[in-house]
Nanobody, 124 residues
Framework: QVQLAESGGGLVQAGGSLRLSCAAS????????LGWFRQAPGKEREFVAHIRRSGDTTVYADSVKGRFTISRDNAKNAVYLQMNSLKPEDTAVYYC?????????????????WGQGTQVTVSS
């Protein structure tokens, strides 16, 4: 079993940057593909990025491609989301998720564990 805890959210002006972190418990962290999702008020949970178990393959939503970078450190049991050139439409609660698989997925239902989320607010 894996427990996930996000941190690093906050309030930032448009054009700014934030780095989200997700710390995981458990000795089998490297067995999981990881993903970041977000959910804005009144909207469904939306895929942001995912990363393969080994970290050598990443996939991004078109809306964040070129601005966000997902990475992981298996030695530290952590996954990160570097967010640059933030826009007001990036405002949401951001969640990390773990999937017992080599590759991640764009679909929330394919993930086994979720964190509690961290709020990101981008002001215009």
């Amino acid at each position: 079993q894996v427990q996930l805890a996000e941190s690093g959210g906050g309030l930032v002006q448009a054009g700014g940057s934030l780095r989200l972190s997700c710390a995981a418990s458990g000795r089998t962290f490297s067995s999981y593909a990881l993903g970041w999702f977000r959910q804005a008020p009144g909207k469904e949970r939306e895929f942001v990025a995912h990363i393969r178990r080994s970290g050598d393959t990443t996939v991004y939503a078109d809306s964040v491609k070129g601005r966000f970078t997902i990475s992981r450190d298996n030695a530290k049991n952590a996954v990160y989301l570097q967010m640059n050139s933030l826009k007001p439409e990036d405002t949401a609660v951001y969640y990390c998720a773990a999937r017992m698989s080599d590759y991640g997925s764009r679909y929330p239902t394919n993930y086994d564990y979720w964190g509690q989320g961290t709020q990101v607010t981008v002001s215009s």
